[in-house]
């Protein structure tokens, strides 16, 4: 039987404590979180050549997911306002005649012809 009072399971209590706070650490540390130190307090990591890298790529990335997003809003403007007709604008474009013969030919995929 174990002496609930005896030096054993005082040592023991401590050693479980000591390893579920290195375990605790290990995982904060291993998903870039701050560790925690022997009086309750955070220790940050030094930025590293590689954590700047990436937090210079990452701003990159947000700028270009932003103009992105400019541009989709201007592309659903066009798209969706009411004037903009683009069949009109295709039958306009077939319908204006060309300058010169080497300007290309115009496809007339509106009128079937007859093929007797």
Known sequence: MMDWGGPQFVIAIIAVS???WILNNWIRAKHG???EDEFGGFTEK???AEAQRLKAENRE?????DAMQDRMIVLEKIVTDRGYSLAEE???LRDTPTKSAD????????KKENQS
Request: hydrophobic share 40%; no cysteine; charged share 15%.
């Open 18 to 20: 000591y390893g579920a």
């Open 33 to 35: 979180y701050a560790l």
């Open 46 to 48: 030094p930025d590293t």
């Open 61 to 65: 990335l947000h700028d270009k997911i």
């Open 90 to 92: 295709i039958e306009a």
């Open 103 to 110: 300007s290309g030919v115009p496809l007339n995929l509106g």
